[in-house]
């Protein structure tokens, strides 16, 4: 017999994951491949078919059911290993089953009285993220391994770090800092490679229109940064370019934003996740300077979106975040040791997406989370080395993280293009795409380290056995 739908708690949800869970078994099966064929038009005729009346007079106990599948026969799927267009992780089953945790227990992460624990996880968390990305520099201050400070206490040594949606939305708090302790002539500098949000976020904030400095190489040069800054700036560099995995020169970038007195954000929403392997970890060299800097845990972290955190370096500028409402932090609950969580976000009612990274972080641990980078960094190197062997392939470069960009010889860009939209259409291969030079790429961003060498092997040919001669 169905369960109530308007039945809650955790009983509730036993009949209902089985239901769940054999719906999306189902999808899959019917999809078949890595992305449902037929294109947009064939996909939104199947599932408004199988929807039909989205607020019917009278409900469906089996809606559950229906709609899962449809929408699982409709998805992309990030775990199949010719799935690798986009910065799209398959989640981990345990961070996805935590997920389902925070969904049912519902806390609100808006005032202390509707998320107790979970205001406290993720202080702990936020803590233990922060002293990550600026372990250098907390090493340098004796602080690295801290205990945690009584409640209430403040050290204005100790960096933080706020849960946010992604790379979007940590990229804008970051110019909203820099806005609010530089003041309002503060002007956004980065390169041609820096993600979108960041020119956005500026236009966003009502700050001076930025300065985009030239990336003819894919990275920041240190030399054009120091030539164009000017005045009150706000320099993103980034480690972990959209479109090829590259990182900037970090050091050299900080020297030149400390001559200037420039504030420093580094986007590491890709790269971030390098922290986490001992193998990698030299390659973001310098990030602990920085005043912020961007995280994405459903990227190389591999948690179901959304899993985005900012790191500051100075807690102190978090008080321009800092709001009062009467019925959430009023100022005698506040004093009488209730903690105010208005001032860890620009959102205030939020779910509790740092249960999942949590479990995550218990679960696998450094070694565990790094062993997982290590895969996928192979499997880009592999990806290349075979692609190096392939007379009828070009390899853009060698991949600094997991990306990888390549293209058929003697292809034009629009054979590319056609070659890419046959693949995604017909549901064989989702691919990515990049200009760099001047020239159209195809692109896999490879972050399944389940994905095995033939897998690679078998893309290779059906993108040969798909693009003209």
Partial sequence: MPTPPLASGPDALHPLLTEVLEALGEG????????????????????????????PDEGDPEALRHVVRVLAEGSADPADPLCVAHLHCPPLAVAAAADLAASALNPSLDSWDQAPAASELEALITG?????????????????????????????????????????????????LARETQGPEVQLVCGENAHHSLPRAAWLLGMPAPIIVPTPNGTLDPAALDKALQGPSVVAATA???????????????????????????????????????????????????????????????????????????????????????????????????????GRSLRTSRRP??????????????????ALVDQVCDRGREFADLLDAHPRFELYDRPTISTVLFRPVHATDDDIAATRRHLLTTGRAVLGRARMEGRLWLKATLLNPHTRPDDLAALLKLVEGTTPR
């Fill in 240 to 342: 972990g370019t959209t479109d090829a995995g590259l990182i900037d020169p970090l050091p050299e970038i900080a020297a030149v934003c400390e001559a200037h007195g420039a504030r420093l954000h580094i986007d590491a929403a890709y790269g971030g996740g390098l922290l986490f392997s001992a193998a990698h970890r030299a390659k973001l060299t310098g990030i602990s300077v920085a005043d912020t800097v961007t995280l994405d845990l459903h990227k190389l972290g591999w948690q179901p979106v959304a899993a985005g955190l900012l790191a500051v370096k100075a807690p102190q500028d978090l008080a321009a975040l800092h709001q009062r409402a009467d019925y959430l932090n009023a100022d005698d609950d506040t004093e009488a040791g209730l903690p105010d969580l208005l």
């Fill in 28 to 55: 899959a099966r019917a999809r078949g491949g890595p992305l449902p064929g037929g294109g947009p038009e064939a996909v939104a005729t199947r599932l408004r078919a199988a929807v039909g009346d989205v607020l």
């Fill in 128 to 176: 233990a993220i922060a002293s990550e990305v600026y372990g250098d520099a907390l090493r340098g201050a004796g602080l690295y391994r801290f205990a945690a400070p009584p409640r209430g206490a403040t050290n204005p040594h100790r960096p933080d770090a706020l849960i946010t949606t992604g790379g979007t939305e940590s990229n804008q708090l970051a110019l909203l």
């Fill in 353 to 370: 997406d740092v249960l999942k990274i949590a479990v995550t972080l218990k679960t696998l641990g450094r070694t565990g989370l790094g």
